[in-house]
């Protein structure tokens, strides 16, 4: 029986800990509901400027675009799925459009709803999101196979003018344990972070 | 032809955002809102965001205000379908304010049957969910509603509805 080379693929939890390692400390960093929220909760809760969503599947991407707007001077990671991506794909037309430089989108692809079960999804046959991306106008998109290429080009778009999409090849793994969060206490210490007072 | 009464209602509600500090404005295609987006991308106060759909507004909006802009969402009514769950499961327990302008359909003038089921359902379906929507019927209300049903979303933390209600629009007539 051949390998299955979705086991030798990077880990979405290594990359995570490589994108906290990697990025400066004013780098904002949203992440999307489940797994990609559940890893960097674990591995760096305590950092400011981290964004985590605990509903509104797909929302990640559309997050990133309005704070990437509202903090021009920042550079904005998001952290998604592929699965939430498709499932508000058009908003990789709207931020194509609107082509914020600072921002950069990291999504994460094991070809599958990994945390409702495995279904196969349509980027293990038929989509090439990464194509999509650059169809949509987010020029700036790659497609790091090793841990090593990933850090690679997140330096790259963290550097360079974007948007940037960096469709990443993951192995199915599950994510760290996740936290019970207050989405309340999550904005304020975002906001906090960023000197803001909110309503 | 443009009249002079559907200019004051329009800018009633221009003036209404910028009263509420409101930069950011996301849109969907809508007949009635058309002349309101077209003077919003004239001024220099506001940066406007053509949207794919409806849904995508309520998270641009959230990061928005993460990172400290007030923005609005512009809509008609059928689109305010599209962004129920985001409302519920993000913009709502994140305590997120913003008002959304839904050009309202479904009512008096309506021509098209397809309109009338989400035009009945859109304020009720607010209400469900926690939200007030404030009705615009009378050019002499807007200044007020517009401006205080923006005002409250900031200070209920979370998203209002301010309703154009075809009485004041004159709706979409059928061509």
């Known amino acids: 029986m051949a390998a299955n080379p979705s086991l030798e693929r990077p880990e979405r939890a290594d990359l995570t800990r490589r994108i906290v390692d990697t990025a400066a400390d004013d780098v904002l960093l949203v992440s999307g509901i489940g797994n990609a929220s559940f890893d960097l909760r674990a591995i760096a809760g305590e950092r400011p400027g981290n964004f985590y969503m605990l509903g509104s599947m797909g929302q990640a991407i559309s997050i990133g675009l309005g704070l990437a707007l509202a903090q021009p001077e920042r550079s904005v990671v998001v952290m998604e799925g592929e699965g939430s991506v498709l499932l508000n794909m058009s908003a990789l037309a709207t931020i194509g459009m609107v082509a914020p430089p600072n921002l950069t989108l990291v999504i994460w692809d094991n070809e599958q709803w990994q945390i409702t079960g495995g279904q196969r999804l349509s980027t293990a046959e038929s989509c090439d999101l990464a194509a999509v991306a650059t169809a949509c106008g987010i020029q700036n998109s790659a497609t790091p196979a090793n841990a090593d290429e990933f850090v690679q080009a997140l330096r790259y778009a963290l550097d360079a003018p974007g948007p940037h999409a960096l469709v990443t090849k993951i192995a199915p793994t599950p994510g760290l344990p996740p936290q019970r969060d207050d989405p309340v206490a999550i904005k304020l210490n975002f906001m906090a972070d960023l000197g803001l007072a909110p309503d | ?175």
């Open chain 2, 1 to 175: 032809m443009v009249t002079e009464r559907q200019i004051d209602w329009r800018s009633g509600i221009v003036e209404a955002l910028r009263a509420n500090d409101i930069e950011l404005i996301c849109h969907v295609s809508d007949t009635v809102l058309a002349p309101i987006v077209r003077t919003l991308e004239e001024d220099p106060t506001f940066n406007v965001v053509t949207l794919t759909r409806e849904e995508e507004g309520v998270g641009t909006l959230t990061g928005a205000y993460l990172g400290g802009v007030r923005g609005a969402l512009l809509l008609q009514a059928s689109g305010f379908g599209n962004i129920l769950n985001a409302l519920g499961s993000l913009a709502i327990p994140y305590q997120i304010p913003f008002p959304i302008i839904l050009s309202a359909r479904g009512g008096f003038l309506e021509h098209n049957v397809v309109q009338v089921a989400w035009g009945k359902a859109a304020p009720e379906t607010a209400e469900a969910l926690g939200m007030q929507y404030f009705p615009m019927t009378r050019e002499d209300e807007v200044a007020f509603v517009a401006e205080q049903g923006m005002r409250h979303a900031f200070v209920s933390r979370r998203p209002t509805v301010i309703g154009i209600e075809t009485q004041l629009s004159g709706g979409k007539r059928g061509r």
